[in-house]
């Protein structure tokens, strides 16, 4: 049996590459996002009584990482990516149908033009299709005790973060920096590196696209460095 | 932008019709199904790590409820079927695209004939298309301080059920007489009838189609009477 889905939302969110965003949703609370519903979906009728929940469960498209191909296993990132697990038995964007699930805080749902949903924790590119929103319902979404397989645990490992004095200059030139400082603090303290590199620090520089900049930055001694916001790409 | 999804799986299931399904998964621990997976996606390592996990998102297509016009609101049966809330506050069927998630107890993974995994608390009609499984990841899934809309909690009115003779005879002539009379009880007490009709009781007699018989039960001061276990439908 087959079926279509069509595209009910696009998300707006400052991760324009893969690289960088957080590897589930609610890890980095400052990672703000819109959803934006698309006609004929842009109703808000359609959003009614969606403001008594704190979150809500978006489902979306893999867009980046279609393939042709599905692949039996997978190597997740948080084993290190040498261990292979069924794709059944990960959340990776490498599967049979390319659907995505992620739980977000509801931050407000505004519909002055058109129906936007703000959300907050998010692990999405820009530009993401969205094809249901449902809201989370605690009695029966929230398990505690449930158990969790290869990633029992969030990472917690955080590093200290520190800007130079030119990332410092650079985020004071933005109306919006102090709200970019926090979030590239958000997304460096819990070390997007891959897992397989944990330990291995020095020289290297970094980089992720982020709103409209090129974020760099290197870890030395256990601690980030935020090296510049570099423009244009 | 469309997508085309393909089915993976397909559920067994007692539940023979809409009617009588708990609304939600999780509230009738005692409701077991399988999921079998189809070919070409029937391989164990497809599964591989999945039994570390107690849990499973089930991601599925409500394909008897299928319709060409979506609706902007619902009305659903916890508020009594007489308010209407947005279609994306809700987790009705009736969607815009005819996606479902639910999660359930992983039972067992079983791998000897083709991939079935076992599961429970289950509140799928038999011959539901599935298109994804993923492991429920606790530290990203469980957020039990979310806020509930208007279904803060589960229904907490549980109902005596009591048998008849025979409903007592009938289920004694079933090798599975003891499973199907836990799960009849476990449905049952949770009142199945819409909320609008809560407080009225009386000579009415509800049926449901479970298993390979047609349930008959009434509910009379406050408690539920098994009547029968009728035969063929």
């Known amino acids: 049996m087959k079926t279509t889905l069509e595209t009910i939302g696009i998300i707006h969110s400052p991760f324009k590459e893969k690289f960088g965003i957080p590897r589930q949703p609610g890890l980095v609370p400052e990672a703000v996002a819109t959803l934006e519903l698309l006609p004929p979906y842009d109703r808000p009728e359609a959003v009614a009584g969606l403001d008594g929940y704190s979150h809500v469960w978006i ?34 964007p490498f599967r049979p149908n390319p659907l995505g699930l992620s739980v977000m805080e509801l931050r407000g749902v505004h519909c002055d033009r058109g129906v936007e949903l703000e959300l907050g924790g998010v692990d999405l590119l820009d530009g993401t299709p969205v094809v249901d929103i449902k809201p989370y319902v605690p009695y029966v979404d929230s398990i505690p005790d449930a158990r ?69 930055w290197r870890v030395m001694q256990g601690r980030v460095e935020v090296l510049e916001l570099a423009a244009g790409y």
Chains 1, 2 share one sequence.
């Open 59 to 92: 489902q979306f498209l893999f867009h980046r990482t279609m393939r042709e191909q599905w692949q039996p296993t997978v190597r997740p990132p948080r084993l290190g990516g040498n261990r292979r697990v069924g794709v059944f038995a990960s959340r990776s």
């Open 148 to 216: 969790g397989g290869f990633a029992p645990a969030a990472p917690e490992r955080r590093l200290p973060v520190r800007f130079t004095p030119q990332a410092e200059r650079q985020l004071r030139q933005r109306a919006d920096g102090e709200r970019v400082r926090e979030l590239i603090r958000g997304l460096l303290e819990i070390d997007p590196r891959p897992a397989y590199r944990g330990e291995e620090e020095g020289e290297r520089v970094f980089g992720m696209r982020l709103h409209d900049f090129d974020l760099r």
